[in-house]
């Protein structure tokens, strides 16, 4: 781990966050640490040390890695598999370590479902409570983080977009002063301004020139920005998305989403996928993607301007 990253962690505040969160956890529920973690019975009300630490794990991995982005059925079926094999997992391990020490002999079957079944199972003992209440606060609290970060990005994209129309607009508005005869000039000559014909990839084996006219869809994953073409390549861009916005034809590029940009020329149809959102299918890559609530009616304009 290098200083900046480091730095990073430092100066974020959501992990100030869960840190004061979990250790105020810890300071104040049951357990009793120096008691054996494979026990028959705890403390009377008492949270197994093993469960204490599987409620925060639980909770964090819901948070950012279970919950899926989009909502989308195959995402949220896969969610649902995924999240049930994790937590029938863990009591299935826990259930045989447990019944390994503590089973009498020839009591195996029956010590197995004692404890699997037992007041210390997260799945049908008294501490289901911690886990009903674990998944469920993880989900109030990625949707909030969720809008609110969506909100902040909205505002400072309305604002941008808003400053670079009205600069573009103005400048353009007094080089073609003497030739007003469209307004549909002035746009286009924004449009040739920002239009840029390719990227820069840098990969292990060198250099590359990528043509933005081969690119489908750029998206945003994380820290990261890549770029799928029309050959099914996927390649990281050394760009954010709002340079890459600022940078392409507006007329052939539209951003749906707060992560996704697409190419015109590779949409093959839409359809509606929920009220407000639309999903967008194209030539010769499987991927479907899905415009966001508030960027549904901007982008059957620009469909309806080609």
């Known amino acids: 781990m290098n200083a900046k990253t480091i730095k990073s962690i430092l100066l974020n505040k959501e992990f100030w966050l869960h840190t004061v969160l979990w250790t105020l956890f810890f300071a104040s529920i049951n357990v009793n640490w120096t008691q054996s973690w494979i026990?028959?019975?705890?403390?009377?009300?008492?949270?197994?040390?093993?469960?204490?630490?599987?409620?925060?794990?639980?909770?964090?991995?819901?948070?950012?890695?279970?919950?899926?982005?989009?909502?989308?059925?195959?995402?949220?079926?896969?969610?649902?598999?995924?999240?049930?094999?994790?937590?029938?997992?863990?009591?299935?391990?826990?259930?045989?370590?447990?019944?390994?020490?503590?089973?009498?002999?020839?009591?195996?079957?029956?010590?197995?479902k004692t404890e699997l079944f037992g007041e210390n199972s997260l799945i049908f003992g008294f501490l289901n409570v911690l886990t009903l209440n674990s998944i469920f606060y993880s989900f109030v609290y990625r949707f909030t983080r969720d809008w609110l970060i969506n909100r902040s990005i909205i505002e400072t994209l309305k604002f941008e977009n808003q400053q670079l129309q009205f600069v573009g607009y103005s400048q353009l508005a007094k080089d073609d002063a003497a030739d007003a005869s469209t307004f549909s000039n002035l746009e286009n000559k924004i449009e040739l301004k920002t239009k840029k014909k390719t990227l820069i990839v840098k990969k292990r084996n060198g250099v590359f020139l990528l043509k933005i006219s081969d690119i489908v869809f750029f998206q945003a994953q994380g820290d990261f920005v890549f770029a799928f073409d029309a050959f099914g390549n996927k390649h990281i861009v050394n760009e954010s998305?709002?340079?890459?916005?600022?940078?392409?034809?507006?007329?052939?590029?539209?951003?749906?989403?707060?992560?996704?940009?697409?190419?015109?020329?590779?949409?093959?149809?839409?359809?509606?996928?929920?009220?407000?959102?639309?999903?967008?299918?194209?030539?010769?890559?499987?991927?479907?993607?899905?415009?966001?609530?508030?960027?549904?009616?901007?982008?059957?304009?620009?469909?309806?301007?080609?």
Request: a positive charge; glycine letters at 2%.
């Open 39 to 112: 026990s028959e019975s705890f403390l009377p009300e008492a949270v197994a040390p093993h469960s204490a630490i599987a409620v925060p794990a639980l909770f964090l991995l819901n948070v950012f890695w279970l919950i899926p982005n989009y909502l989308s059925k195959k995402r949220w079926l896969k969610y649902i598999w995924l999240s049930l094999s994790l937590l029938v997992g863990f009591e299935i391990l826990r259930t045989l370590l447990f019944t390994t020490v503590l089973h009498e002999p020839g009591m195996f079957v029956a010590t197995f």
């Open 241 to 306: 998305l709002k340079s890459i916005k600022s940078q392409v034809c507006e007329h052939q590029f539209h951003q749906i989403n707060r992560g996704e940009i697409i190419n015109f020329d590779y949409i093959t149809k839409f359809d509606s996928y929920t009220k407000n959102r639309l999903e967008i299918s194209f030539k010769g890559i499987s991927e479907v993607l899905y415009t966001s609530n508030s960027r549904s009616a901007e982008f059957k304009q620009w469909i309806n301007q080609h």
